[in-house]
C-alpha cells in the first residue's frame, strides 16, 4: 500500500483565507486517497469552513495557531516573534517530522526566511530558490529562482541549475532536461557580471545538460526545460508572464463576445480556446517549491484559489515519492567530495 503523505497547510494565509484554502483542502483529500492534512490556523474559523463540506474526516486535522503573520510584516522578526502564528506552527511540523510537507499562500518574505530559519537548509545548499512551472508552448518549464535570492552568486546559480535539473526529471518526467540561463543575447561573452563569472561553470558541470543563454522571448517557446537566473530578474519574469497572460484572455474573450459574427465563431472554436487557455492557467500547476530545504515547502499565489491549493498539495506526492530532498543532497555531497 502507497505511503500515506501528511500536509501541514497555512489555513490563515492568503487573499482568500480560509474559505478558498479549505475548500482546496477538502478537494484535494476528495481527489486523492494518500493524502492527510492538518490545517493550521485560528480553529473556529477553519472548523465553520468545514461544516459546510463532505469528506473523509479521519484525513482532515485542525491544529490551532492564535496568530497571523501579515504580509507586511518584517519577516524575520514577525517569525521570532509570533511564535504561535500559523505559519510557525505549520513549519515547525515539517521540521519535527510530523508533516511532509508544508503549503502556504501566505506572506512570501515570512515564508522565505521561515524555511531557512526553521526548517533549514540541506547540508551543502548554499542559498534555497523558488522555482515556479511556467506553461510554455511545449508543456512547463521550470524558473529557478524567482524570488528568494536577489543577490545571488556564481555558486548560487550553479546550484540553483542542478536542483532545478533534478526536480524537472524526477518530478515532471522530463528526462536529461535541458539547462539555460537567463541573459541579453544567445553570445556567450554577452550579459552582466554575474551571467558571464556564471557562464562557464554551468559549461564546465558534467551532470546538467547545459545548452546556453536564453533571452527572455524564447521563454514562452519552451526553448529550455531549466530557466535559471538570481530572483530579480525572475521575479521581473514571473509577474511579467502573469500579466501578458491576464491581459492576453480578456482581450480575447473582449474580441470574441464584440458581434454578433463573433459571437457565433466564439462558440465553433470555444472547446481549443478553452483547452489552450487553461495550459496557461498558473493556478493548473500548483505551487512554487522552496529547493534545497530538509523539508517540502510549497508557495502558492496569495491570491491563490481553491484550485491552486489543491494542485500545490497533490504535488507534494510525487516530491516525497520521488526523495527530491535526497537526491538534492546526494547530488550536492557528491560535488563536494
Same mark, same amino acid.
Given at each position: 500500500?502507497?505511503?500515506?503523505?501528511?500536509?501541514?497547510?497555512?489555513?490563515?494565509?492568503?487573499?482568500?483565507?480560509?474559505?478558498?484554502? *479549505?475548500?482546496?483542502?477538502?478537494?484535494?483529500?476528495?481527489?486523492?486517497?494518500?493524502?492527510?492534512?492538518?490545517? *493550521?490556523?485560528?480553529?473556529?474559523?477553519?472548523?465553520?469552513?468545514?461544516?459546510?463540506?463532505?469528506? !473523509?474526516?479521519?484525513?482532515?486535522? *485542525?491544529? +490551532?495557531?492564535?496568530?497571523?503573520?501579515?504580509?507586511?510584516? !518584517?519577516?524575520?522578526?514577525?517569525?521570532?516573534?509570533?511564535? =504561535?502564528?500559523?505559519?510557525?506552527?505549520?513549519?515547525?511540523?515539517?521540521?519535527?517530522?510530523?508533516?511532509?510537507?508544508?503549503?502556504?499562500?501566505?506572506?512570501?518574505?515570512?515564508?522565505?526566511?521561515?524555511?531557512?530559519?526553521?526548517?533549514?537548509?540541506?547540508?551543502?545548499?548554499?542559498?534555497?530558490?523558488?522555482? !515556479?512551472?511556467?506553461?510554455?508552448?511545449?508543456?512547463?518549464?521550470?524558473?529557478?529562482?524567482?524570488?528568494?535570492?536577489? =543577490?545571488?552568486?556564481?555558486?548560487?546559480? *550553479?546550484?540553483?541549475?542542478?536542483?532545478?535539473?533534478?526536480?524537472?526529471? +524526477?518530478?515532471?518526467?522530463?528526462?536529461?532536461?535541458?539547462?539555460?540561463?537567463?541573459?541579453?543575447?544567445?553570445?556567450?561573452?554577452?550579459?552582466?557580471?554575474?551571467?558571464? =563569472?556564471?557562464?562557464?561553470?554551468?559549461?564546465?558541470?558534467?551532470?546538467?545538460?547545459?545548452?546556453?543563454?536564453?533571452?527572455?522571448?524564447?521563454?514562452?517557446?519552451?526553448?529550455?526545460?531549466?530557466?535559471?537566473?538570481?530572483?530579480?530578474?525572475?521575479?521581473?519574469?514571473?509577474?511579467?508572464?502573469?500579466?501578458?497572460?491576464?491581459?492576453?484572455?480578456?482581450?480575447?474573450?473582449?474580441?470574441?463576445?464584440?458581434?454578433?459574427?463573433?459571437?457565433?465563431?466564439?462558440?465553433?472554436?470555444?472547446?481549443?480556446?478553452?483547452?489552450?487557455?487553461?495550459?496557461?492557467?498558473?493556478?493548473?500547476?500548483?505551487?512554487?517549491?522552496?529547493?534545497?530545504?530538509?523539508?517540502?515547502?510549497?508557495?502558492? +499565489?496569495?491570491?491563490?484559489?481553491?484550485?491552486?491549493?489543491?494542485?500545490?498539495?497533490?504535488?507534494?506526492?510525487?516530491?516525497?515519492?520521488?526523495?527530491?530532498?535526497?537526491?538534492?543532497?546526494?547530488?550536492?555531497?557528491?560535488?563536494?567530495?
Amino acid at each position: 500500500m502507497a505511503e500515506k503523505v501528511k500536509v501541514a497547510v497555512d489555513a490563515m494565509g492568503g487573499d482568500h483565507a480560509p474559505a478558498e484554502i *479549505v475548500r482546496g483542502v477538502v478537494e484535494a483529500v476528495s481527489e486523492r486517497d494518500r493524502i492527510e492534512v492538518i490545517l *493550521v490556523g485560528i480553529s473556529d474559523k477553519i472548523e465553520a469552513e468545514l461544516a459546510k463540506y463532505t469528506y !473523509p474526516r479521519g484525513r482532515i486535522q *485542525v491544529v +490551532h495557531a492564535s496568530e497571523v503573520i501579515a504580509t507586511e510584516e !518584517p519577516p524575520v522578526m514577525a517569525i521570532r516573534k509570533k511564535k =504561535d502564528s500559523s505559519i510557525v506552527v505549520a513549519m515547525n511540523m515539517v521540521k519535527n517530522g510530523e508533516a511532509d510537507a508544508f503549503v502556504s499562500a501566505g506572506s512570501s518574505g515570512a515564508i522565505l526566511v521561515g524555511g531557512q530559519l526553521l526548517v533549514g537548509r540541506i547540508k551543502g545548499v548554499e542559498r534555497s530558490p523558488l522555482a !515556479p512551472l511556467i506553461p510554455t508552448s511545449k508543456g512547463v518549464s521550470l524558473l529557478i529562482d524567482c524570488g528568494a535570492n536577489v =543577490d545571488a552568486r556564481p555558486s548560487h546559480l *550553479v546550484q540553483f541549475a542542478k536542483m532545478g535539473s533534478i526536480y524537472m526529471e +524526477h518530478v515532471i518526467g522530463k528526462k536529461n532536461p535541458t539547462v539555460a540561463i537567463v541573459n541579453i543575447g544567445a553570445e556567450e561573452e554577452k550579459g552582466n557580471a554575474l551571467v558571464k =563569472d556564471t557562464f562557464p561553470l554551468l559549461k564546465n558541470c558534467s551532470d546538467i545538460n547545459f545548452i546556453g543563454s536564453i533571452e527572455a522571448r524564447e521563454i514562452p517557446n519552451g526553448y529550455a526545460d531549466v530557466i535559471v537566473c538570481e530572483a530579480f530578474v525572475g521575479n521581473v519574469i514571473l509577474k511579467l508572464y502573469e500579466g501578458v497572460g491576464s491581459v492576453f484572455q480578456a482581450m480575447l474573450m473582449q474580441g470574441l463576445m464584440s458581434t454578433m459574427r463573433s459571437k457565433i465563431g466564439a462558440l465553433l472554436v470555444k472547446p481549443a480556446v478553452k483547452k489552450t487557455l487553461k495550459s496557461f492557467d498558473a493556478s493548473e500547476y500548483g505551487g512554487a517549491p522552496l529547493l534545497g530545504l530538509k523539508g517540502l515547502v510549497v508557495k502558492t +499565489h496569495g491570491s491563490a484559489k481553491a484550485k491552486e491549493v489543491k494542485n500545490s498539495i497533490i504535488q507534494c506526492i510525487t516530491f516525497k515519492e520521488q526523495q527530491i530532498n535526497e537526491k538534492i543532497k546526494k547530488n550536492l555531497v557528491q560535488e563536494k567530495v
